[in-house]
């Protein structure tokens, strides 16, 4: 186990969110906020509107080869998911969670934090982090929508 960050490399180039953390910027990309350790993109398959995964920049297979400091930024980098879905979408309340393992529930070795928003009478509770669900859904416009909200939080 190594507790050296060394960012993404070509041997995770079969990581969709290594992808995802290597990806510079672009309109139709479903990041929404990035910053040296962590990247925040909206998930394909949300389980409702504006359900974020906050991924370390690492190929890091589970909590506990995070180092504190991609830990302790991948909370600060929540808070600003939160931060931004509350102020562009209202909603009521938000699961958070990690799946970590296939029985778990996790469908890659790349540890994530999943943001789910939830709004009164949605659905029932707490399946949201073991069902998939897969919502109509406009990816570009919502990821759109956050970049802004993001834009406008404070800087880590
Ligand atoms: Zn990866």
Redesign the pocket.
């Known amino acids: 186990m190594t507790y050296v960050s060394t960012g ?1 490399s070509a041997s ?1 180039s079969a ?1 969709f ?2 992808d995802a953390a290597r990806e510079h910027p672009a309109e139709d990309s479903l990041v929404v906020d990035r910053n040296e350790l962590t990247v925040t993109l909206l998930n394909r398959y949300p389980y409702s509107s504006g359900h974020l995964m906050v991924v370390p920049v690492r ?1 890091a297979p589970d909590v506990l080869s995070l180092t504190p400091k991609e830990g302790a930024a991948l909370f600060a980098s929540t808070q600003r998911a939160i931060g931004a879905l509350t102020e562009a979408m209202h909603p009521g309340g938000f699961n958070i969670g990690i799946n970590q393992g296939s029985v778990a529930g996790a469908s890659v070795e ?1 540890i994530h934090l999943h943001v789910v928003p939830r709004w009164g009478g949605d659905t029932n509770f707490m399946p949201v982090l073991a069902d998939v669900k897969v919502l109509p859904e406009h990816l570009e416009n919502t990821a759109e929508n956050l970049r802004a909200a993001f834009d406008r939080l404070r800087p880590l």
């Open positions: 993404p995770d990581c969110l290594c190929h790349h």
